[in-house]
């Protein structure tokens, strides 16, 4: 823990000489925002009024004052606009006051619009008049919100979206559809995930202290990436600071299951783990070849003229087994610095953030559960075969650490931006189970014990800039990013027990003992630059033109190495520790027999590949005004996408095409075309409707020929080197009125076309849970989703703080069993089974719900939010012949938390929240006709109660 308090030193260093300046003057600064569009006004003037002090907002409509502590009057004016004065604008000694201002066209007004500063600082207000005013139906959350209930990720953040539910509190699902079909960025860039498989990344690595706003668009512009349909996720950073501020947070986690247990299972590992970084220990042995089964000796002559055998073996970590320890209260801690500095006399601002946070948490499930099941052969049996099964139950532990850090400089003139910005996120997870699985094929009992680390890193270095000239303004950005998964020495050992027997390896009886290495490193680089020209159209309405090119290229390399215990014989108590044991690993020059231990090692040459995609990218689009009430958005994407593939099928004697050498498996070329049409019913009204192309690209994994093994899950995930893109036609229709302060009420309904959409199923009746990737011909899905944001005033005045959030979303979705599937399904339905061929899409929800009843009194910092949600049942996993399709169920999620801000300028909090209080657990099912379900998985985490301090230093 010293490098913890180390770098915390570091900030409350830095945070003491910076808040230690002179504080004789106070800052004055803000935003002028056009309150029609929502867009930054630039070089509108601000006056001090009775004093001779001017400034010009700068390119992102940001200005800044030094003034004697004081109340003052402001004037802000722009042509075009009518004028705005803000009064009882207070400044204080050595502090930074933020006012930010929202201009009316002159048009629309007779006189100077009056208001006291107060009225003019609600983010949340003004992220609602950024959806009022988007082009694309768009939703989020605004730093405001976030710092006043106290999220500490962006997972807990961005729960409050509408139509939005994250899994496991880091992935996102959209409107129900899966995670294949919604694309998170970062800062407007692409941006791997702790998990490269998945389009949205691991929204928990991302600290809110950190975070400007998150945005969820659900409807396609061709400014955006064209490979998504239920959404794109943007996490914005705060790149350049409003005022200066230090933030330190520190938080304690009790979880029903977890805390103190004194079950809790673990293992001696590294002595980095508590930094989410293996420290070698786990590493493969050095100097040797592990590429050429050829080069290591398999006959027993061979082996004993070989001491480096013994060396070989001796290099390994001999610890196999569990030990059982209590585990500590989830632990995490925060903290930032931001300020901005003035350079000299000119012009321009020097801004800094910078960030860090740590997380280390416990979870233990008692009776993980995990199976596979298949349709009775009796045909007038309902229930799952009880002959033909393999089941497995026991306790599960992980240790997850995760840290992120966030350095940033941003230098902004008059018409100038550059930014720079560094990233890194690191995890840890660390498992132990034991598991006692029963093998209804052979009539084998086992008892197998399991030891995991994944190690995960994202690096991001981005630098970007925004220029004005005149009406022209230029973005341009470009995001380096390394990402490694290594999960190094994941032990697995099956013990043989059946019939009560002593526990053995038997070389037999679904016994053995294996190790598997994985490493997957893949770098990223994406570069887009953006154009926009202002001009005035008819009748002097502002027209927009937006253009813009962008390249994303991405390679990454998969290796994966296997090691096997070559042992036979029996395991007194079941210890797997004793395999390893320096009176079982055998000695050179002496007899090599069943019950003396070595260990064999070879690189899976079909389960490694090497994958190369470039993502070629250009838009042209222009916002129209028809009128004062009506615009048009239109314009259209190209994206030139190519992906190369290095790899073998594991019996390559026996495939058309043996090897793959950089060859190209996926060569689109896609036009991407939008419109938006949007129609203003009234000032605070809008009905909008659009129609998108869009596409989904299969991941490096899917179109390949890897073979890969979950040692956790036993699944083998299987690549299909002949699966085809996704392609996706969308049309939106939506309503919106937004009313008083912070509310709102809309209805939408929305249609989605898909050809070629991508699923995963089980192999064959013999490996169901080998999963593939493939394509079926085509599917649909039709939705309603109806949100209203509304407080209890309009029942009695004092109930104005007490406010309604919700959301629902019902979906249906359709698509058809191939003429095999529906033929194998007629051939084992049951009696009074209706067979029909047509289905709900792979991954999607039937409806998705999300409500909460907030209180917040500003005066009195009190904050407390209750909220619920939960998605419906969702088929995971397409099952073949009596193999029955796997359906992930739902999970009743509710969720208390409470937030008191005390101290000067409430720069303390204390907070407290409680998660999963229904105690549900996390299920997938088989499901057959009229019988009882068999789980594929099982988990229970418990609840967790947290509690969290917080200080913000001004």
Known sequence: MKYIFLVLTFFFALASVALAEDPKMGL???????????????YAEVRVEGLDVVALTDLEGQYSLELVPG????????????KQVVSEVVVNEGSTELVDVRLTEESEVITEVVVTATQSRNNETALLTIQRKSAVVL??????????????????AIQRVSGVSVEGGKYIYVRGLGDRYTKTTFNGMDIPGLDPDRNTVQMDVFPTSLIDNIIVRKTFSPSMPGDFSGGVVDIATKAFPDKEQFNVKFGLGYNTNTSFNKNFLTYDGGKLDWLGIDDGGRALPSGYDYTDINGYPTALQEIREDPSIEAFTREFNPTLGVRRAPAFLNTSLSTSYGNQYQLGESNQTLGLIAGFSYQN?????????????????????????????RSSQGPLSQNNVLWSGLVGFALKGQKHRLNTQLFHTQNGEKGASTRYQVDGWDDQESEFTTLTYSQRSITNFLVGGKSTFNRLELEYKNALTWSEIIDPDLRTTSLEVTGGAIPALSGGGGSGSDRLWRDLS???ETFRMDGTYLFSQWDGLESKFQFGVSNTYKVRDFVTTRAEHIYQGLVPNGNPNIILSDDLIWTAGTSLSDTTTIIRALQEKQNSYNGRINVLGAYIMNELPLGRRMRVIYGVRMEKATNWYTGEPSQPQFAPIPYYDDEKVLNELNILPSVNWIYELASNMNLRASFSRTVVRPSFKEISLA???DPLTETTFIGNIDVQQTDIDNFDLRWESFFGRGEMISLSGFYKRFTNPIELVSVSEFGPREITPRNVDEAFLLGAEIELRKNFAFIHPALENLAFTGNASYIKSQTLYTDAEYATLLANAKPGEDISQERVMFGQSPFLVNVGLSYRDTE???DAMVSYNVQGKRLVLLGIDRVPNVYEQPFNNLKVKIAQSFGEDDRFKLSVSASNLLNDDRARQYEVFQGDPGFFSQTRAGRTFTLSFACTLQ
Do not use: C, W
């Not at 109340?71 to 009518?82: D, K, N, V």
């Not at 989020?140 to 500490?152: K, L, W």
């Not at 349709?375 to 799952?384: H, T």
């Open 28 to 42: 004055l600064s803000g935003t002028v925002i056009d309150d029609d569009f929502g867009d930054p006004v630039m």
């Open 71 to 82: 109340t003052y009057t402001l004037s802000i004016e722009f042509l075009g606009y009518a």
């Open 139 to 156: 939703d989020g959350v605004s730093a405001q919100s976030i710092s006043r209930i106290g999220d500490s990720d962006a997972g807990q």
């Open 361 to 389: 948490n416990n979870q233990h499930f008692e009776d993980a559960r995990y199976g596979e099941y298949f349709k009775s052969r009796d045909a007038n049996s309902f229930d799952l075969d009880d002959e033909q099964y």
């Open 522 to 524: 893949e770098f990223n």
């Open 707 to 709: 073979e890969i093994f």
């Open 860 to 862: 009195k910092g009190f």
